[in-house]
Every structure is written in structure tokens, then in C-alpha cells.
């Protein structure tokens, strides 16, 4: 259960050498007023997706690889190809989840929880999260990127998650990495490579069955 809630919001632990010369952003409704406007004319993603997850009992990470589709409205499918297949999908407010034991669908609808993780899912990877209520975020850039650190504020969201952060280039204003700390100390992070942005993505992508 932890993995899939792990994976699907989405979910890195950028290193000290990876937030040299990070500073607060100079000037912050610029900023949110450009990301804003990137995430609206975000109509889908596909790309491949590599995630490293840290476990404090294990010395080496546990790295996993796979593609990744993203499409409006609030339309999320991970699924992993190395070194297991797994599969995770969010349609709206349901879930499915698939691997070798067990091929299941979840309502959301009435489990904050899930609700939650839809919400935090399409966030991340659509670039709304700073219309997200249940976190306080700090916005830095350096010359490449700006970081998201978000914070959350409500008790469920903080038995899962110390914190977000988000890894985002200013070329084009996408996320490139997103990182889920939690609370024991082990981070998961997922980075995106071969991204396509507003390519056509059939629904059946989707499909809850």
C-alpha cells in the first residue's frame, strides 16, 4: 500500500550538491502567475520516468524504471516495467491499481485519503500545487530551476509525508523531478526524462478495467 501511495503523488531527495546556489525566488506573483499559465496550457504529458527509492535499513537504492502519461482533467498512468511490473492508474477521484497478486479498483470518492492523493497527484505533475491549501510551499530558483518545498499542514497528509519537493526547469516550466520524504527518513524520487508535451493520448490509456 505504501508503495502505490508513494508513487502516486507522484514522489526525490535532491542531494546537497543538487540545491547549490538555490536562493528565494526574486519575484514570487511573477513566478506563480508564469507557472500558472504553463499549467493551463498543459494538456498532456508522456514520458519515461526513472524512480530511486532510500530505506534506511538498506544501503543501496531501490531503483525502478517505466512510462509515464499524464492528460486533463486529473488523468495519471505509472507504470513500471523494471525491475517488476506494476501498474497504477488515477481517472478523477478512482484508482486502479495492478501487479503480479492483485488487479483492483478504488473509489476515492468519501476517503479523504485518496481524495487527497488524486489531488496531490495531478498537482505535481500539471504545476498547480501552489493552489494547494493542505501544504505551505517555499519557491527558491537557481539559474536552471526553481525547487518547490512544500510543507503539509493537515494530519493525514503528515503521517505520509515529511514533505513534497518539486524540481522545476525554467525553460519551459515543467517538473523534471518530484520527491516524497517521509516521515521515517526514506524519500522516493522520480525523474522524468523524454518528456512530450500536449501529444495526443487516447482515454483508453486510462481505463479503470
Same mark, same amino acid.
Given at each position: 500500500?505504501?508503495?502505490?501511495?508513494?508513487?502516486?503523488?507522484?514522489?526525490?531527495?535532491?542531494?546537497?550538491?543538487?540545491?547549490?546556489?538555490?536562493?528565494?525566488?526574486?519575484?514570487?506573483?511573477?513566478?506563480?502567475?508564469?507557472?500558472?499559465?504553463?499549467?493551463?496550457?498543459?494538456?498532456?504529458?508522456?514520458?519515461?520516468?526513472?524512480?530511486?527509492?532510500?530505506?534506511?535499513?538498506?544501503?543501496?537504492?531501490?531503483?525502478?524504471?517505466?512510462?509515464?502519461?499524464?492528460?486533463?482533467?486529473?488523468?495519471?498512468?505509472?507504470?513500471?516495467?523494471?525491475?517488476?511490473?506494476?501498474?497504477?492508474?488515477?481517472?478523477?477521484?478512482?484508482?486502479?491499481?495492478?501487479?503480479?497478486?492483485?488487479?483492483? $479498483? #478504488?473509489?476515492?470518492?468519501?476517503? @479523504?485519503?485518496?481524495?487527497?492523493?488524486? &489531488? +496531490? =497527484?495531478?498537482?505535481?505533475?500539471? *504545476?498547480?500545487?501552489?493552489?494547494?491549501?493542505?501544504?505551505?510551499?517555499?519557491?527558491?530558483?537557481?539559474?536552471?530551476?526553481?525547487?518547490?518545498?512544500?510543507?503539509?499542514?493537515?494530519?493525514?497528509?503528515?503521517?505520509?509525508?515529511? $514533505? #513534497?519537493?518539486?524540481?522545476?526547469? @525554467?525553460?519551459?516550466?515543467?517538473?523534471? &523531478? +518530484? =520527491?516524497?520524504?517521509?516521515?521515517? *527518513?526514506?524519500?522516493?524520487?522520480?525523474?522524468?526524462?523524454?518528456?512530450?508535451?500536449?501529444?495526443?493520448?487516447?482515454?483508453?490509456?486510462?481505463?479503470?478495467?
Amino acid at each position: 500500500m505504501r508503495r502505490w501511495i508513494m508513487a502516486g503523488c507522484c514522489l526525490l531527495a535532491l542531494n546537497a550538491a543538487a540545491q547549490t546556489g538555490f536562493k528565494p525566488v526574486g519575484n514570487l506573483e511573477a513566478f506563480k502567475q508564469q507557472f500558472a499559465k504553463a499549467a493551463q496550457n498543459t494538456q498532456s504529458i508522456k514520458s519515461d520516468f526513472v524512480q530511486e527509492k532510500n530505506l534506511n535499513m538498506l544501503s543501496e537504492k531501490i531503483v525502478s524504471k517505466g512510462k509515464f502519461w499524464f492528460k486533463k482533467e486529473n488523468k495519471v498512468r505509472m507504470e513500471y516495467l523494471s525491475p517488476t511490473h506494476y501498474l497504477m492508474i488515477v481517472n478523477g477521484k478512482s484508482f486502479r491499481i495492478k501487479d503480479s497478486r492483485s488487479d483492483r $479498483s #478504488i473509489a476515492a470518492s468519501g476517503n @479523504k485519503l485518496f481524495e487527497q492523493i488524486s &489531488k +496531490i =497527484t495531478a498537482d505535481c505533475v500539471q *504545476g498547480n500545487v501552489l493552489g494547494n491549501k493542505d501544504f505551505t510551499t517555499k519557491v527558491q530558483e537557481n539559474t536552471q530551476y526553481y525547487l518547490l518545498q512544500m510543507t503539509p499542514v493537515t494530519k493525514g497528509l503528515k503521517d505520509f509525508f515529511a $514533505s #513534497i519537493e518539486l524540481l522545476v526547469d @525554467k525553460k519551459d516550466l515543467s517538473v523534471v &523531478k +518530484i =520527491t516524497m520524504h517521509e516521515p521515517s *527518513g526514506d524519500d522516493t524520487m522520480i525523474s522524468f526524462t523524454q518528456k512530450e508535451m500536449n501529444v495526443n493520448i487516447p482515454d483508453e490509456t486510462f481505463a479503470l478495467k
